[in-house]
């Protein structure tokens, strides 16, 4: 394994950990870890196997839950975004994939707790409660996806030019 991809995969190991800590609701690097890996791993597989993993490791810890399959497909999704950042990767594609992928997952992982829950009447409608009751998480999550992302792309450009190992030519 060469230097890149071994920092690449701890950089996201350790930006999982900020979920098991104490946080505000919804603000967590989910987004920001599933976009980094699309847009710094030049191996596709990989640019999803490590994201993945770190945030199932993380599942497990805080546990398991019927909305998961919702979360994951969303956390997919938001990769495949990050491969789009990775073709011309600069500030004003970073911020549109930020918020488009946060809007992405709102909408991917509250229809799974209208799915799910129980809470919500199976029509139309209770879909509707279902979005506007998460309406509040929304800024939440959009404000840690923001500063995640945030995080993760300006403290690695900055460590690919501090460590010129890192670049991805090498």
Known sequence: MN?????LSLIIFTIAIFRLLPHPPNVSPIAAMALFGGAYF?????????????????????GLHDTMVYVYA???????????IRKNMNIGRIALAVVGSSVLFFIISNFGAWF??????????????????????????????????????????????????????N
Not at 74 to 84: E, P, R, S
């Open 3 to 7: 230097s890149r991809l071994i920092t």
């Open 116 to 169: 799910t829950s129980g809470l919500y009447p199976m029509t139309i409608d209770g879909l509707m409660q279902a979005y506007v009751a998460a309406i509040p998480f929304f800024q939440n999550s959009l404000l840690g996806n923001i500063a995640f992302t945030a995080l993760l792309f300006g403290g690695f450009a900055a460590l690919q030019r501090n460590v010129p190992v890192l670049a991805e030519n």
């Open 74 to 84: 969303g956390f997919a999704l938001t990769v495949v975004i990050g491969f789009w």
């Open 42 to 62: 030049s191996d596709r597989r990989v640019a999803f196997l490590v994201p993945f993993l770190a945030l199932l490791l993380s599942d497990i810890f805080l």
